[in-house]
């Protein structure tokens, strides 16, 4: 654990002050929320603005994965990496850089450390006090179906909530040191870039770091054992963003089996298969980014009567309620979703059916009315909304899909990103979207306007018939719309119209 700066130290004194007294407990809660994570802190931050007595315990850090170690430190690199990229193209605009571009990895490191300081003010300690919630520091353990300890004191509640996350799952790999191995929880901690970076895990984390630490200056191995990068994603999206790694640098082992790792001196020396044949890749660094743990150790579960298992967490319905009636659960430690978002919105439906029970307050919430857009954030950046799974594309006549290219799209000619597309997936005979993906160099952003209409109902038809501001590259999913309503004018329909003119003239 590398030395603590003045930004890690102002982050920590928002997030897990020294000396923090743990207040005296106010008699019974009418919630306990386990975890401060982005789903414990929504939860108490709504609970207690409603009027409710919430008490939040964390042992760790408040601000959870998202901000201590996940979304915020992430995308302060990626920014970099993103600049790195538009720079390096930039002769095309005919800018010229003399002596081309060279990134400060430690104080690019450095500027990360400070917004994540930042922006940690949103999540202190002292901030939710100021809420009126009790926020106690330390290890919180059930006693039994209505009770949680933490440091030796007890507190009572009407409902509880666990909010516990998840962590870094590590692949068993023989000599793999988990000790040394770099996870999304201690990569952010490098402050001297490495020569030489093994990336094991090819989906979303393993994509950006991939890319990000070429663009700094690594060389950059990537393996999965799959075929191809980010297998979730429409395959033709996730080719298009494998090429261009391939065409950045990055060097990929996709359909390889890592046998072993060894250390020999200051390399670490990965033996796999590939194709065929054994080999082997001497290394400085291991990023292992082969999907997440959720967090059920050591809660006391089995005495509040709450069951779980180690891989898909803490069981909940539909309306997020455990075994235990009492106490629900949010976010990633239940929730299939891995995303700070949906943590965000399942805190929103466990705080609706925790305190307004129905049929006495304001009606159940579903997980099931969810509508949850993800996104990648490589460049380009991947974007999807929907549940129609990709492999079942082109299996079922249920399904029709409109695709435009980038290339069609005037902004996007513009600023030279003509790389991607919009591809909406649409039920049959109807203007409903099921599903859509964006490859765009803000699909992040612009993937918003297809989910809310999704979420509403109101279909495609309310896309095409929205003004969009010329030249912008969102004018890509109103030429999507426009398409999907030129295919609804079959031939028939074209003579009939046809007719009409010519009576009409």
Same mark, same amino acid.
């Given at each position: 654990?590398?030395?603590?700066?003045?930004?890690?130290?102002?982050?920590?004194?928002?997030?897990?002050?020294?000396?923090?007294?743990?207040?005296?407990?106010?008699?019974?809660?009418?919630?306990?929320?386990?975890?401060?994570?982005?789903?414990?802190? #929504?939860?108490?931050?709504?609970?207690?603005? !409603?009027?409710?007595?919430?008490?939040?315990? %964390?042992?760790?850090?408040?601000?959870?994965? /998202?901000?201590?170690?996940? /979304?915020?430190?992430?995308? +302060?690199?990626?920014?970099?990496?993103? *600049?790195?990229?538009?720079?390096?193209?930039?002769?095309?605009?005919?800018?010229?850089?003399?002596?081309?571009?060279?990134?400060?990895?430690?104080?690019?490191?450095?500027?990360?450390?400070?917004?994540?300081?930042?922006?940690?003010?949103?999540?202190? #300690?002292?901030?939710?006090?100021?809420? *009126?919630?009790?926020?106690?520091? +330390?290890?919180?353990?059930?006693?039994?179906?209505?009770?949680?300890?933490?440091?030796?004191?007890? !507190?009572?509640?009407?409902?509880?909530?666990? /909010?516990?996350?998840?962590?870094?799952?590590?692949?068993?790999?023989?000599?793999?040191?988990?000790?040394?191995?770099?996870?999304?929880?201690?990569?952010?901690?490098?402050?001297?870039?490495?020569?030489?970076?093994?990336?094991?895990?090819?989906?979303?984390?393993?994509?950006?770091?991939?890319?990000?630490?070429?663009?700094?200056?690594?060389?950059?191995?990537?393996?999965?054992?799959?075929?191809?990068?980010?297998?979730? %994603?429409?395959?033709?999206?996730?080719?298009?963003?494998?090429?261009?790694?391939?065409?950045?640098?990055?060097?990929?082992?996709?359909?390889?089996?890592?046998?072993?790792?060894?250390?020999?001196?200051?390399?670490?020396?990965?033996?796999?298969?590939?194709?065929?044949?054994?080999?082997?890749?001497?290394?400085?660094?291991? &990023?292992?980014?082969?999907?997440?743990?959720?967090? #059920?150790?050591?809660? +006391?579960?089995? %005495?509040?009567?709450?069951?779980?298992?180690?891989?898909?967490?803490? =069981? #909940?319905?539909?309306?997020?309620?455990?075994?235990?009636?009492?106490?629900?659960?949010?976010?990633?430690?239940?929730?299939?979703? =891995?995303?700070?978002?949906?943590?965000?919105?399942?805190?929103?439906?466990?705080? @609706?059916?925790?305190?307004?029970?129905?049929?006495?307050?304001?009606?159940?919430?579903?997980?099931?009315?969810?509508?949850?857009?993800? /996104?990648?954030?490589?460049?380009?950046?991947?974007?999807?909304? *929907?549940?129609?799974?990709?492999? %079942?594309?082109?299996?079922?006549?249920?399904?029709?899909?409109?695709?435009?290219?980038?290339?069609?799209?005037?902004?996007?000619?513009?600023?030279?990103?003509?790389? *991607?597309?919009?591809?909406? =997936?649409?039920?049959?005979?109807?203007? @409903?979207?099921?599903?859509?993906?964006?490859?765009?160099? =803000?699909?992040?952003?612009?993937?918003?306007?297809?989910?809310?209409?999704?979420?509403?109902?109101?279909?495609?038809?309310?896309?095409?018939?929205?003004?969009?501001?010329?030249?912008?590259?969102?004018?890509?999913?109103?030429?999507?719309?426009?398409?999907?309503?030129?295919?609804?004018?079959?031939?028939?329909?074209?003579? &009939?119209?046809?007719?009409?003119?010519?009576?009409?003239?």
């Amino acid at each position: 654990m590398p030395e603590l700066d003045k930004h890690d130290q102002a982050l920590i004194q928002n997030v897990h002050p020294p000396g923090w007294i743990n207040p005296t407990p106010a008699g019974r809660y009418n919630l306990v929320v386990l975890g401060g994570g982005t789903a414990g802190l #929504v939860s108490a931050a709504i609970a207690s603005a !409603l009027g409710a007595k919430v008490a939040l315990i %964390e042992k760790n850090r408040t601000g959870g994965d /998202c901000l201590n170690t996940g /979304c915020v430190p992430s995308k +302060g690199i990626l920014r970099v990496s993103k *600049g790195v990229g538009e720079i390096r193209r930039s002769s095309s605009f005919g800018i010229q850089i003399p002596g081309g571009v060279a990134v400060d990895f430690p104080k690019a490191m450095e500027r990360m450390r400070k917004l994540r300081a930042e922006i940690s003010q949103n999540d202190s #300690v002292e901030r939710f006090r100021q809420m *009126g919630v009790d926020v106690f520091l +330390g290890e919180g353990k059930f006693l039994d179906r209505q009770s949680i300890q933490v440091s030796g004191t007890t !507190l009572n509640f009407s409902k509880g909530a666990i /909010c516990t996350g998840a962590r870094p799952a590590i692949p068993a790999i023989s000599g793999l040191n988990r000790e040394e191995a770099l996870t999304s929880e201690n990569l952010f901690n490098l402050t001297t870039l490495p020569a030489r970076l093994a990336i094991i895990g090819a989906g979303p984390i393993g994509s950006e770091m991939a890319q990000a630490f070429r663009r700094f200056g690594s060389e950059v191995f990537l393996f999965d054992g799959a075929t191809r990068i980010l297998p979730r %994603e429409d395959k033709e999206a996730a080719i298009l963003l494998q090429e261009k790694l391939i065409r950045e640098g990055v060097r990929l082992y996709l359909g390889s089996k890592i046998v072993n790792v060894e250390s020999d001196g200051s390399d670490k020396v990965i033996h796999y298969e590939w194709k065929g044949e054994k080999k082997e890749q001497r290394i400085d660094k291991i &990023l292992v980014s082969t999907g997440r743990t959720p967090n #059920v150790n050591g809660l +006391g579960l089995e %005495e509040a009567g709450i069951k779980y298992d180690s891989r898909s967490g803490i =069981h #909940v319905n539909t309306r997020l309620q455990t075994t235990n009636p009492r106490v629900y659960a949010a976010g990633d430690v239940c929730f299939p979703y =891995h995303f700070t978002h949906a943590a965000d919105a399942t805190a929103q439906i466990l705080i @609706q059916n925790a305190l307004f029970p129905h049929p006495f307050g304001i009606g159940y919430a579903k997980t099931g009315d969810l509508v949850i857009p993800r /996104c990648t954030y490589t460049d380009p950046e991947i974007a999807f909304v *929907g549940r129609f799974d990709e492999t %079942e594309f082109g299996k079922t006549e249920e399904v029709e899909t409109v695709t435009v290219p980038l290339s069609e799209v005037d902004r996007a000619i513009l600023d030279g990103e003509e790389e *991607g597309f919009v591809r909406i =997936h649409l039920k049959k005979g109807s203007n @409903q979207i099921v599903a859509a993906t964006l490859v765009a160099s =803000h699909a992040g952003e612009m993937i918003n306007e297809i989910t809310m209409a999704m979420k509403s109902g109101a279909g495609i038809s309310l896309i095409g018939g929205s003004i969009h501001p010329y030249p912008t590259q969102a004018e890509a999913i109103r030429k999507a719309a426009n398409l999907w309503r030129k295919k609804g004018l079959t031939e028939s329909k074209r003579n &009939l119209l046809k007719r009409w003119f010519s009576l009409s003239r």
